[in-house]
C-alpha cells in the first residue's frame, strides 16, 4: 500500500521551517502533497502562481513530492488523493494546542485520516510565514528565513 500525506498550507512564502519538516518526512511517505490552500476570504500577500513555483524549485529533485492547490477541506482533498495522513509541523505548545483540535475535528469529518505532527528544528522554530511577510513588508532581509530556491 502506497503511503499517502498532504501537507497542507498557504505558503505565503513557503519557509526554511516548512522544508525542513517536508524533507524530513520523505523517508515516512510514498508520496507527499505540499497542498498550497486557497481561502478566498483570506488575503495573500504573494500570488498564488509565485508561491506554487518557489515549492516546485525548492523540491526540483524530489519525485515523492506533488504540488498542488485546493479549495476545499483538507479532510476531502484527502479523500481524493487517497492520502490517510495530514502532515503538521509544531514549533511550540501554542501550535500544538491549535493543531490537536484541527486534527481531533478532521478525525470526526473522515475517521480514517490520521494527522502526524513534527517537531521542528531548534534553528527554525521562531520562524513563521507571518514573520517573514512582515519582515518583508518592511524592507528587511528575508533570505536567512526562506529556501535558496525562492527568488523574491
Known amino acids: 500500500?502506497?503511503?499517502?500525506?498532504?501537507?497542507?498550507?498557504?505558503?505565503?512564502?513557503?519557509?526554511?521551517?516548512?522544508?525542513?519538516?517536508?524533507?524530513?518526512?520523505?523517508?515516512?511517505?510514498?508520496v507527499i502533497y505540499v497542498a498550497i490552500g486557497i481561502n478566498t476570504s483570506k488575503k495573500y500577500l504573494f500570488p498564488l502562481e509565485?508561491?506554487?513555483?518557489?515549492?516546485?524549485k525548492t523540491f526540483a529533485d524530489e519525485e515523492k513530492i506533488k504540488i498542488i492547490t485546493y479549495d476545499t477541506l483538507t479532510t476531502k482533498l484527502?479523500?481524493?488523493?487517497?492520502?490517510?495522513y495530514?502532515?503538521?509541523?509544531?514549533?511550540?505548545?501554542?501550535?500544538?494546542?491549535?493543531?490537536?483540535?484541527?486534527a481531533q475535528t478532521n478525525r470526526v469529518i473522515v475517521p480514517g485520516i490520521e494527522t502526524i505532527f513534527m517537531v521542528t528544528d531548534v534553528e527554525q522554530s521562531a520562524i513563521n510565514s507571518?514573520?517573514?511577510?512582515d519582515?518583508?513588508?518592511?524592507?528587511?532581509?528575508?533570505?536567512?528565513?526562506?529556501?535558496?530556491?525562492?527568488d523574491i
Do not use: Q
Request: one cysteine or more; proline letters at 5%; hydrophobic letters at 40%.
Open 130 to 133: 507571518n514573520i517573514v511577510r
Open 86 to 102: 495530514i502532515l503538521r509541523g509544531l514549533r511550540n505548545t501554542t501550535d500544538f494546542n491549535f493543531e490537536c483540535s484541527i
Open 135 to 150: 519582515i518583508y513588508i518592511h524592507g528587511g532581509d528575508i533570505n536567512p528565513f526562506i529556501p535558496d530556491a525562492v
Open 78 to 84: 484527502c479523500e481524493s488523493l487517497g492520502a490517510k
Open 1 to 30: 500500500m502506497i503511503k499517502k500525506a498532504v501537507f497542507p498550507g498557504s505558503f505565503d512564502p513557503i519557509t526554511k521551517g516548512h522544508e525542513s519538516i517536508i524533507k524530513r518526512s520523505l523517508d515516512l511517505f510514498d
Open 50 to 56: 509565485d508561491r506554487k513555483s518557489w515549492i516546485e
